[in-house]
């Protein structure tokens, strides 16, 4: 069974950062893009940053760009989201996601790296919240 269970959220002050882990345990078959997603109250669930775990490409949403970075460590399970710089406006629920591919649609990594229906597997969410 797998299991994606996400740490490290807490409050931190406009300029803070802070690290996420997600924990991934059982054997995602056919995974194709771990992912880090965020959805702020009355906010659609929205990508942050992705990595395509077969070639390592990695992508960020335009919002978090120079400032968050993802990273992956096979031999741990582990997926990190660094956050430096933060802003009111990262305030959210962070969620980890694996993706899989599908025999009917494969996953291009560039074309659905930040479909949120493109990832079958999902943590239960760590709370980011950025306040003074």
């Known amino acids: 069974q797998v299991q994606l269970v996400e740490s490290g959220g807490a409050s931190v002050q406009p300029g803070g950062s802070l690290r996420l882990s997600c924990l991934v345990s059982?054997?995602?078959?056919?995974?194709?893009?771990m992912g880090w997603f965020r959805q702020a109250p009355a906010k659609r669930r929205e990508v942050v940053a992705a990595v395509d775990v077969r070639d390592g490409t990695i992508y960020y949403s335009d919002s978090v760009k120079g400032r968050f970075s993802i990273s992956r460590d096979s031999g741990k399970n582990t997926l990190d989201l660094q956050m430096n710089r933060l802003e009111p406006e990262d305030t959210a629920l962070y969620y980890c996601?694996?993706?899989?591919?599908?025999?009917?649609?494969?996953?291009?990594?560039?074309?659905?790296?930040?479909?949120?229906?493109?990832?079958?597997?999902w943590g239960q969410g760590t709370q980011v919240t950025v306040s003074s």
């Open positions: 996601a694996a993706a899989v591919d599908d025999y009917d649609q494969p996953f291009k990594f560039w074309r659905d790296w930040a479909r949120t229906g493109k990832y079958r597997y």
């Open positions: 059982g054997k995602i078959d056919g995974n194709t893009a």
